[in-house]
Structures are given as structure tokens and as C-alpha cells.
């Protein structure tokens, strides 16, 4: 069974930086396009970076371009999300997501599965 666990959320102070772990266990992490998506109070979730299972590409959505990076460390079957540079707006609960697609699609509806999510809340 395909399951992915989030971790390294928490409360950070504007500026700040966290980063987030993507664990997964029951497949091979570097055969899936993984995404990171994430989902504030009242909004709907929204896609924010991903990184491609083909040649290691990497996206973000522009509200993050910059701040944060995507990486995958295949050794522990695990990928990252280094978030810099913290804004209250990047407030969420953040998810990470597998697509089998050898290549990051851009539509929600391609990956697979789903972590529970990680809070990530300003402390201000």
C-alpha cells in the first residue's frame, strides 16, 4: 500500500524557515512525480511545487518562486520542501502527493496518493 507521511511543520515567525519531509513507505519514491500542495483556512487547496520522477525538474507556483525548494533524497526515499523567507499567507496545512506519471502534470487529479498533511502556522 502506497503510503506517504509529512513531517517538520510547526509555528515560525515571519522570515523564518522550516522544512518539510515527504516519507514514503511501501513503494519507490523516485518512480513517482511528487508534489507539494497546500491548503489554508477558508481556501481551496492549491498546488505549489513539484518535483518530476524523469529528470529530477523542478515547478513552483509563483507565490513561492523563490522562497521555497523541492529535492528528494532517493538513499531515504524521502523528499523535501525547504520553505525560506515565511510569510503569514504561507499559513497551511501542507500535503505531499504521489503522480506514477514520469513527469509533473499539473493537475491535481493525477496523483495517486496522499500524505495527512503537516500544519505550518505564523507565530506572530
Known amino acids: 500500500q502506497l503510503q506517504l507521511v509529512e513531517s517538520g511543520g510547526g509555528l515560525v515567525q515571519p522570515g523564518g524557515s522550516l522544512r518539510l519531509s515527504c516519507a514514503a513507505s511501501?513503494?519507490?519514491?523516485?518512480?513517482?512525480?511528487i508534489g507539494w500542495f497546500r491548503q489554508a483556512p477558508g481556501k481551496e487547496r492549491e498546488g505549489i511545487s513539484c518535483?518530476?520522477?524523469?529528470?529530477?525538474?523542478?515547478y513552483y507556483a509563483d507565490s513561492v518562486k523563490g522562497r521555497f525548494t523541492v529535492s528528494r533524497d532517493n538513499a531515504k526515499n524521502t523528499v523535501y520542501l525547504k520553505m525560506n523567507s515565511l510569510r503569514t499567507e504561507d499559513t497551511a496545512v501542507y500535503y505531499c502527493?504521489?503522480?506514477?506519471?514520469?513527469?509533473?502534470?499539473?493537475?491535481?487529479?493525477?496523483?495517486?496518493?496522499w500524505g495527512q498533511g503537516t500544519q505550518v502556522t505564523d507565530s506572530s
Open positions: 518535483i518530476s520522477s524523469r529528470d529530477g525538474n523542478t
Open positions: 511501501g513503494f519507490t519514491l523516485d518512480a513517482y512525480s
Open positions: 502527493a504521489a503522480d506514477p506519471h514520469n513527469d509533473c502534470s499539473g493537475y491535481e487529479s493525477t496523483f495517486s496518493a
